[in-house]
């Protein structure tokens, strides 16, 4: 029942994933959780700064924004597919499920750097897309990697992403020479521009790379420890595997853009699970980004599971799970 009113394309759904925001943000503004008590609040990249200064560090603020920033990414989630339409059908479920898989970790419903590196990754990955079958230089790898190198200046593990538009160049161009270093060009951009600006202001132009070692090398908190939260975990994880196998199974049957869109997509997966397994400072925030890749495996999987009763089960567990961790996280 639940599946079937998500994968509806009426603009009530619209409604019902604005509504569905709202209120699992509703926990963070009645019970605050980790915001002041993360490394990258005390000492936070340069963009990420700004963006405080914009909410002038103001928690309920930042939660607000973060309410917003959760409807654009929705927005996009949906707007990718319905240009390059890879899951060969139009429907709200990417934006849904996004939602519901960044909102089993009820404390990161608040602002953090991760979450506006989602909006440029998805960005990032439209402009990668747009080079499949450009004729001469495609320049829209400049933009690829100015946009992930701008999102590491909000979240500094983001700068390993930039794996990403190299595994684009090889799914969907002869690599050249010249486009290789178009892409590195556009990454170091906003980084020469921040190393410029802090010159100016009076600073060393290399201690912004010191700020970058100094979030990467930052340990984080584990974040779960009871063992109901990490049993409800549980169910989620094995269904976004079971969705990437079923995809797998059938992806050779697909157009070549939307096979490699998927692909492309797994290597969003595969960076952000190495980067989790590397970096001391990743936590669960990882989620806004591996989450993208994962929202549209399982509207994949949703769409084509030829089992309904299967699949209409196994999404009312998923929004029961984000229900009861929310609960858990009230009482």
Request: aromatic content about 14%; proline content about 4%.
């Amino acid at each position: 029942m639940l599946l079937r009113i998500f994968r509806n394309t009426d603009p009530f759904v619209i409604f019902l994933i604005v509504a569905a925001v709202v209120l699992f943000c509703l926990n963070s503004l009645l019970n605050p959780g980790i915001e002041s008590t993360t490394f990258y609040d005390e000492d936070p990249m340069p963009l990420y700064a700004l963006l405080r200064a914009v909410t002038a560090n103001n928690y309920f603020a930042g939660v607000i924004i973060t309410m917003l920033m959760m409807l654009l990414i929705a927005y996009m989630l949906v707007s990718l597919n319905t240009s390059v339409i890879f899951i060969d059908e139009r429907t709200f479920l990417p934006a849904i499920i996004y939602i519901l898989l960044v909102s089993l970790f009820p404390d990161y419903l608040v602002l953090n750097p991760a979450l506006p590196a989602a909006l440029l990754l998805i960005a990032a990955v439209r402009k990668i897309m747009d080079t499949y079958r450009v004729q001469g230089i495609a320049y829209d790898l400049y933009d690829a990697g100015f946009l992930i190198s701008a999102g590491s200046l909000f979240y500094a593990n983001f700068i390993f992403f930039g794996i990403l538009v190299i595994a684009g160049i090889i799914l969907l161009r002869s690599v050249v020479f010249k486009e290789l270093l178009l892409a590195l060009l556009g990454f170091l951009t906003p980084w020469i521009l921040i190393s410029a600006i802090w010159y100016v202001s009076g600073k060393e132009a290399f201690e912004v790379l010191d700020l970058l070692n100094n979030n990467i090398r930052a340990d984080m908190p584990d974040y779960i420890q009871e063992l109901l939260p990490v049993l409800l975990l549980i169910f989620p994880g094995m269904l976004v595997l079971i969705s990437i196998l079923h995809l797998l199974s059938v992806i050779n049957t697909k157009k070549i853009k939307s096979r490699n869109t998927f692909y492309l997509l797994l290597w969003v997966l595969v960076i952000s699970g190495a980067v989790f397994t590397i970096s001391p400072s990743v936590s669960v925030d990882i989620i806004w980004l591996a989450g993208i890749p994962a929202a549209y495996f399982l509207s994949h999987y949703f769409v084509f599971m030829r089992n309904k009763t299967v699949k209409e089960i196994s999404f009312t567990i998923l929004f029961l799970a984000v229900i009861f961790m929310h609960l858990i996280k009230f009482i």
